[in-house]
């Protein structure tokens, strides 16, 4: 993205993973792992997921695709949804959907737990695909007091829009001490500083799609991502930026006390903060903070991107704060689940074998 520096080396972040006997985190990856959220805010576990696994996640997020009657994600990037851009989505609580976060969620039990007591809810299950013409989200942080991952079904490019983190820049006790006692001030500094380009990127892909072959814009999709009252945060849309309706950038974060430590810090700004974009092999999963600054960038190639996703929480969230920031399954509303609840999901079988209370009833939607 012109204007915006991103390093496409995520090796400082990444940590090779390594089973026991029972098939959890080894001890010794487990530390580096937990090692690497505290300092940068996230780790890239890279070959978690076997190719069988991971081809088993890329089918559950095909069929619930393939869902005309999909729960489609209502937290961010609703236009992007509309027009077939992306496809956030829900997945069911089914038996297949369950035993695979479950499984998974198992072998990282040493992550989560360390984060999140067995109380803690389930925000939800999701898809996250995006394909060609879609818009880069602004860089955000979603709501606080959760832990999330993304797990890569299949080999992502950079083209395709791997998931974009600024590492370091979670937020815990102290953190604010940095850079003279006014990191928090900075890293909302550098934020605008990227998000301007980010507005400026998506403006000018929407104005070459006019004319394109490959992405051509349809019907009123030009309207809806520029000029539309409707909510949605992670679109270039200029009347919502410039009434100041929109939560992650508007004119109203660009006053003149801003503009003049943007013009004042120009030069040192940029190197402040260290955006990172992956490009997950398949069977990588990410775990991140959810005050990590983030963003979706968009696909620019024709093939679609696709991430099996999942978020617990690692505090007390309400629940409206918790519906603003994430997409939970009808299933799981009306059934909420906790990390201890998929922990000890096993998928029914020949034996009988048990689940939770929370479950029944939801297994076979």
């Known amino acids: 993205m012109k204007g915006l520096k991103v390093s496409s080396d995520t090796s400082a972040y990444e940590v090779r993973a390594e089973l026991d006997a029972d098939g959890r985190l080894a001890a010794p990856c487990l530390a580096a792992a937990l090692g690497m959220i505290d300092r940068h805010g996230l780790v890239i576990l890279t070959g978690l997921m076997s190719e069988a696994e991971a081809d088993e996640g890329l089918g559950l997020i095909r069929q619930t695709i393939e869902d005309p009657g999909r729960d489609k994600c209502t937290f961010a990037s609703e236009v992007d949804n509309r027009y077939l851009r992306r496809d956030f989505c829900a997945l069911p609580a089914s038996t297949p959907v369950m035993d695979f976060a479950s499984r998974l969620t198992r072998r990282l039990e040493g992550v989560f737990t360390e984060y999140c007591g067995r109380t803690h809810p389930l925000l939800e299950v ?28 299949e080999d992502i490019t950079e083209q395709q829009g791997g998931t974009l983190f600024v590492p370091g820049t979670h937020k815990f006790g102290g953190a604010e001490k940095r850079h003279g006692g006014q990191a928090y ?18 403006l000018a892909k929407l104005w070459l799609m006019r004319t394109s072959d490959t992405a051509p ?11 539309s009252a409707r909510w949605d945060d992670h679109q270039p849309n200029l009347l919502r930026f410039v009434l100041g309706k929109n939560s992650q950038f508007s004119l109203a974060m660009l006053g003149p006390k801003t503009l003049w430590q943007l013009f004042r810090r120009r030069k040192t700004l940029p190197g402040m903060f260290h955006a990172v974009q992956t490009a997950p092999r398949k069977g990588t999963v990410i775990i991140y903070r959810s005050d990590l600054l983030h963003a979706g960038p968009d696909n620019r190639s024709a093939t679609p991107r696709r991430f099996f996703g999942l978020s617990f929480a690692r505090d007390i969230i309400d629940r409206d704060e918790w519906l603003d920031g994430y ?17 000890d999901y096993r998928a029914p079988s020949g034996t009988g074998a048990a689940r939770p209370a929370a479950l029944a009833g939801m297994a076979e939607n």
Request: without cysteine.
């Open 126 to 153: 999701i898809t996250l695909t995006s394909y060609l013409g879609s818009s880069h989200q602004y860089i955000h942080r979603d709501p606080p007091g959760v832990i999330s991952l993304i797990a890569a079904v």
């Open 185 to 202: 001030a900075l890293m909302e500094l550098w934020r605008r500083q990227a998000n301007i380009r980010v507005l400026m990127h998506n």
């Open 217 to 227: 814009l349809a019907p009123g999709e030009l309207r809806d991502r520029v000029f």
């Open 327 to 343: 997409s939970p399954h009808p299933d799981l509303r009306a059934n909420p689940l906790s990390l201890g609840d998929v922990l």
